[in-house]
């Protein structure tokens, strides 16, 4: 175990010579002092030799001084190695992180790369820091004190070098349990770390759902088993000093015993007597140091091995030695009968062969889950094909430099990240070396660069945590500047408006148009009104690529695309995005008024009403009475059941998708939670107006009667 600690000093161990000398010669000071009073007693004080007795303090005096030097001097090098090494190892961490690719990070969670990064390199540093003071000393200590007493009078020795390993019984007792203790209120800690951090991080859903106190009342319970934790860390390493202590305190009154018997007697001398006394302190207190420090290096050792672990992660993904350089984009980027899955549990592609000519506008669409990002990620080589491959104008990503690929592409997500610096710096990220001149023009194409200007620090306005000093479409356009700002040959886009409001949405689409001429444009959507001019769509369904071909195409094959596009169709916003509508038609493919005549529908389309939602807030909660049926006309949502032990995302609906329609026949409880996860736009039927319709429409209302006594039987 020491052994394996040891091997981070090896590059620096010539200067480990002098910290080695150093204690060798506070080790010969240490024992001096016990021998100095045999001299004192025998020679000096019982003789009246006062010329002895000067000697003696005179030498005392001085080495005090030189070994004062000597262990500073020894001290700051120390220190310093201790602090190289560890700088050393944090750096080497954060860069092995920044190479290890995306499937490290899929299957990692953030709180054990954190954990390993501050916890364990702290362990380390803890134990190696304390390593000469409480371990190299206090041995060599120990060492020479044990020759002295033999030398000294060895039968005694024996009798108290026998005793010595008393003293450690207690601690070694209590140390057992303190390491418990510790580890116990590190995981208390880190509980109640994280319930802090997931308060701070969505302050907004705490105040929309009222759910402070709920949270503070389970904060009260982590903070009271932390408590606990740590009342019983503070006694037991109390307790641990403390039998150290009384352990030692026995040992020196054993040895008294003897020697001043043994002195009596007149065996051996007074000066012996005394020296044997100052001695044995010297000696159970090294004992003491050594078991106390025992435990540091348990977890230095386990500090060391769960670094180890992450430092010998390998990437995936590298470049082979014999990678290309890519420079320009010809032809075409495809996909080959690819195969892929994150885990290795369930497949997330299957067979999937697509090819993206040069120059066109591609849109990858599809319900959530289906394999949109999936494609994007293994086009960007975040990831390898299990089988099949991607291929860069006919040669496989595998051959080519990663940064030569990611060069030519721009990518904008659907959530754009700043880091917390000045806006200038946020988009001047995608380039090193990007004049001003660069950065400025790429936010005009974003057109942010008005708005840039019309703030007080104009480029030098900082970002915010996590860019929280701009609204979502602010960040996207940064986003789509950092991107432009490599002048791209490719632009991906990730459902890059998604997150928006329907108006900065529009005028971010717009933007987009005018920047794709000359690009090859790829972009993941859930809204098929954006895409109906592009050179050719790919339908996903569940891994699979279902469909591929123009708009017209596509509705001409009737297939899953026709069927998601009548219904985004048949919902329409108007250009302010302040009224929606919907047709009689899509009505007529709701199971509730299959069959009901079109004129009527025409009517029961009139009554439904606008109302718009932010993202993260509650539409429906399970249990509450249904009142009203609701079309999402913009957005997304999640829909999510409860039961006793557990609540699980039922499905995640989209543009032209609907729910609560039970409630049109009565206001039996709601059976699901609808949360928006981006801000939506929906059209809504209140119940009460609904049954007024009904008065005057007598054909529906049998109608619908029928229907319901048919699902309540159901
Ligand atoms: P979408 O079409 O919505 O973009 P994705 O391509 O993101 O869908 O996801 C496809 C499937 O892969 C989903 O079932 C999703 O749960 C799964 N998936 C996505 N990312 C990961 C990941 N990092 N680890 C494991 N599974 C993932
Ligand atoms: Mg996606």
Partial sequence: MLFALLQYFRPWRLRLIPIVLASLLEMFFNAQIPLSVKFMIDRALLNHNQHMMFLILGALATSTVIVSVTSMARDYLYAKIVAQIIAGLRLRTFEHLQRLSMDFYARTETGDVMSRFSNDLGALENGLAAGVAWGLQPFLDLLLSVILVFTLEWRLALIGVLLCPLCILGPGFFSKRATAASVAKQEQESGALTALQESLMAPSVVRAFSLQDTLIGRFRNRNSMLFGAS??????????????????????????????????????????????????????????????????????????????????????????????????????????????????????????????????????????????????????????????????????????????????????FQESFLFNTTIRENIALAKSGATDAEIIQAAKSAEIHEFITSLPAGYDSLAGERGRNFSGGQ???????????????????????????????????????????????????????????????????????????????????????????????????????????????????????????????????????????????????????????????????????????????????????????????????????????????CLTLPRDLFNRLLATEPELRDYIRKVATERGAA
């Fill in 231 to 412: 009342l019983r860390l503070g006694f037991i390493t109390a307790m641990v000093e403390r039998s150290a202590s009384l352990g030692t305190l026995f040992l020196q009154v054993v040895v008294m015993a003897i020697s001043g018997w043994l002195a009596f007697r007149g065996t051996i001398s007074i000066g012996t007597f005394a020296s044997f006394q100052a001695l044995f302190v010297s000696l159970s207190y090294a004992f003491m140091y050594l078991a106390q420090y025992a435990p540091n290096l348990v977890s230095a050792r386990g500090g060391a091995i769960r670094l180890e672990e992450l430092l010998a992660e390998q990437p995936d993904i590298t470049d082979v030695p014999s990678a290309a350089e890519l420079t320009t984009f010809r032809d075409a980027i495809e996909l080959r009968e690819v195969h892929f899955s994150y885990t290795g549990e369930r497949t997330n592609l299957e067979d999937v062969t697509l090819r993206i000519p040069r120059g066109s506008s591609v849109a990858m669409v599809g319900s959530s889950g289906s394999g949109k990002s999936t494609v994007l990620n293994l086009l960007l080589r975040f990831y390898n094909p299990d089988r099949g491959g991607a291929f860069f104008d006919g040669n496989d990503l595998r051959s080519i430099r990663m940064h030569s690929l990611h060069a030519l592409c721009g990518v904008v």
């Fill in 475 to 681: 960040r996207q356009r940064i986003a789509i500047a950092r991107a432009l700002l490599r002048n791209p040959s490719i632009l991906l886009l990730d459902e890059a408006t998604s997150a928006l409001d329907p108006s900065t949405e529009q005028a971010i689409n717009a933007t987009l148009n005018r920047i794709a001429p000359g690009r090859t444009m790829i972009s993941v959507t859930h809204r098929l009104r954006s895409v109906v001019h592009v050179d050719c769509i790919f339908v996903f369904h569940q891994g699979r690529l279902a469909e591929q071909g123009c708009h017209a195409e596509l509705l001409h094959l009737n297939g899953l695309y026709a069927k998601m596009w009548r219904k985004q169709a048949g919902v329409q916003l108007n250009d302010d995005a302040d009224r929606a509508t919907v047709d009689a038609a899509w009505l007529n493919e709701l199971p509730l008024m299959r069959g009901v005549r079109l004129d009527t529908l025409e009517q029961v389309a009139r009554w439904f009403g606008t109302e718009q939602f932010n993202e993260h807030i509650e539409i429906v909660r399970q249990g509450d009475p249904g009142d009203r049926f609701f079309i999402l006309v913009r957005g997304k949502v999640e829909v999510s059941r409860t039961t006793d032990d557990a609540t699980e995302i039922v499905a995640i609906l989209h543009d032209g998708d609907y729910f609560g329609e039970m409630a049109l026949l009565s206001n039996q409880p709601r059976n699901a939670t609808v949360r928006t996860l981006t801000p939506c736009v």
